[in-house]
């Protein structure tokens, strides 16, 4: 273990990297130029790389790659000494057919009343059900994408992991990566040993494989991993199973304040006709009431109802409660957090700080007209990322290639493994990849200290992984790098001009009064008379009453400053619409 652990993001500058090593930076650049890197002190240079030189320095540090914001931080809330205990968060996992969706719907249906009324119907991700008068709630991981989604949001929200394993089947590659998931998200595991009605049914088989290949250790044998043998078909077990759940969250001693403004976590969100958008969140803190004031990530809004999984209406929802709720002007994301707030106001301001650190974070850039259309003529042809991958055996590597074929860009980007194999990363890899733009991932494998040395010099990315879920996300987000930008235009607020102080030939100076929203300055505008739009402008200076000003709401009389940059005569009663115009980077859905 070094002695002194650095933490730096995916990417930093060799200037940044020589002050955090405490080192001339043209030691740096010489180290980097050996290594066949020409680099500046403002070049950034990737984690790896910078890893590999603080290797090749002989330095006793180690660098650790800075992950984002997680909300493993949230779980070490500082519960009060009135916190209260709360129902425990079960995810229910494993491989596709092994019964995960049968299990879910036989806990539901034995247990749930009356949820004839519409509840597992609705595409809902969370539930709860009353086990011996105690509360558990369940989230349905399906597929692979929410598998990803869960864990970059959820992984800390989750207590329990029941991982469903057919008995017929046996333990297959997305039982390892539920079993992967549960470790790292530090959550107990209950192994549900499904179709015991089936002839065919092996418990014994499953149980050996858990036991001498994954470390999981049945109870009976002395270990101590609960095993309960199911049926979801004939409903064998299912009490068991819903008490051992209950007894390992037991030993958790789950608790929440409820005395504190509610929050927790978006699960899902979509808009409908007539109700506008429909938030489904699971409350973590607090008691969420209808009529509360509500920020979730960049959306805010008055809670208008507040209904339970299976649609009916609730007075409160304390915590680990999965809600829906309607009332936000706009549509959260899914793994945003909420919190309760007092007042609109403070809504506004908490939406207003949100908006502009989720400008920060999603890499976009605020860009003049002229930079878009350049980016917006720029081609969009299809691109490859190409891949080489290595695992340490034929069976996680056919899981790993699947895995990677399985993430979808609708063809704008296609993923091409190009090479792959079971063993260490090779001269040959490097080689390969050195040609076209290509990245080796290596799974569970080594990469030799001389190959290191030969990607670096022949600049070839290597990435390796230990945990399948995190490769994928890292190929995801290598996809998304690739992906054009997206155009988005925020309106911020709207005005009437009430007189025009000065027209100059690049400003025009005018008072007026803010409609809806707000103004700042630095703000784009569309001027408008009636419904033609006039001018594009920029807003450069925003005052009231004679004293400049950095936001200016609705309801407020101001006076602005607008940049032009063609001939315009605004007069009284024109419009100005102001907005936000940005290149986000897209996302993979
Ligand atoms: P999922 O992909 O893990 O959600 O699996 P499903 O719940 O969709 O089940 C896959 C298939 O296995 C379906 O045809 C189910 O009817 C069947 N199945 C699920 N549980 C059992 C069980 O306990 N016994 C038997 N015989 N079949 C089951």
Request: with cysteine; proline share 2%.
């Amino acid at each position: 273990m070094a002695e002194k652990v650095i933490i730096v993001a995916d990417s930093i500058t060799v200037g940044e990297l020589a002050e955090t090593l405490n080192l001339p930076v043209t030691n740096l650049i010489g180290e980097l130029f050996r290594n066949g890197i020409v680099a500046t002190i403002n070049q950034r240079i990737d984690f790896e790389t910078a890893t590999i030189i603080v290797e090749e320095l002989g330095l006793d540090v180690e660098l650790e790659k800075k992950v984002a914001a997680t909300l493993s931080d949230r779980k070490t809330h500082t519960l009060s000494d009135k916190a209260v205990a709360r129902p425990p968060i079960v995810a229910v996992m494993g491989h596709v057919d092994h019964g995960k969706t049968s299990l879910l719907d036989a806990i539901l249906h034995t247990k749930t009343t009356d949820q004839e009324a519409g509840g597992i119907t609705q595409h809902i991700s969370a539930y709860q059900t009353i086990h011996k008068d105690r509360s558990i709630t369940l989230l349905d991981t399906p597929g692979h994408e929410a598998f990803a989604a869960l864990r970059q949001h959820g992984a800390a929200l989750t207590d329990v992991v029941v991982i469903v394993v057919a008995a017929d089947d046996g333990v297959k590659p997305q039982t390892i990566e539920a079993i992967r998931f549960a470790k790292s998200a530090n959550a107990k595991i209950v192994v549900a040993i499904n179709k015991m009605d089936k002839e065919s049914a092996d418990s014994a088989r499953v149980k050996a494989q858990l036991a001498t290949e994954h470390d999981l250790n049945p109870e009976e044998w002395g270990g101590d991993t609960v095993m309960v043998e199911v049926s979801a078909k004939t409903g064998l077990g299912i009490e068991i199973l819903l008490d051992m759940v209950l007894l390992v969250a037991d030993l958790e001693e789950l608790k929440a304040d409820i005395d504190t403004p509610a929050e927790g976590l978006v699960i899902e969100s979509h808009m409908e006709v007539g109700r506008g958008s429909v938030v489904g969140l699971l409350v973590e803190q607090g008691l969420l009431r209808t009529g509360h004031f509500l920020v979730a990530g960049t959306a805010y809004g008055k809670v208008r109802t507040l209904l339970d999984f299976a649609g009916k209406p609730l007075k409160e929802a304390g915590p680990s409660t999965p809600v829906t709720v309607t009332g936000l002007k706009e549509l959260p994301q899914f793994g945003d957090t909420f919190t309760v707030v007092k007042s609109e106001k403070e809504a506004r301001n908490a939406v207003a700080v949100a908006r502009i650190e989720q400008e920060k974070n999603a890499a976009s850039t605020n860009v003049t007209g002229a930079d878009l259309l350049r980016m917006m003529n720029q081609q969009h042809e299809s691109q490859n990322l190409n891949v080489v991958v290595k695992a340490d055996v034929q069976g996680s590597l056919t899981s790993v290639i699947d895995s990677l074929r399985l993430i979808d860009t609708k063809g704008e980007i296609a993923l091409r493994v190009i090479g792959s194999g079971v063993g260490n990363i090779s001269e040959n890899d490097i080689r390969l990849a050195s040609d076209s733009k290509t990245l080796i991932y290596g799974f569970n494998v080594g990469l030799p200290p001389a190959i290191k040395q030969l990607a670096a010099r022949d600049k070839v990315q290597v990435r390796i992984y230990k945990v399948i879920y995190e490769l994928l996300d890292d190929a995801r987000a290598s996809m998304e790098a690739m992906l054009a930008p997206e155009v988005v235009e925020t309106e911020i607020g709207t005005l009437t001009i009430k007189g025009i102080f000065r027209t100059l030939k690049d400003e025009i100076i005018a008072g007026g009064e803010v409609t809806s929203g707000k103004v700042t300055s630095g703000l784009l505008a569309r001027a408008k008379r009636g419904k033609e739009t006039l001018a594009e402008v920029e807003v450069t200076k925003v005052q009231r009453q004679q004293q400049e000003a950095k936001e200016v709401f609705e309801g407020e009389m101001c006076g602005i400053s607008l940049k032009i940059s063609k001939k315009l005569l605004l007069e009284e009663g024109d419009k100005l619409e102001f907005f936000t115009r940005a290149l986000v980077k897209r996302t993979l859905k």
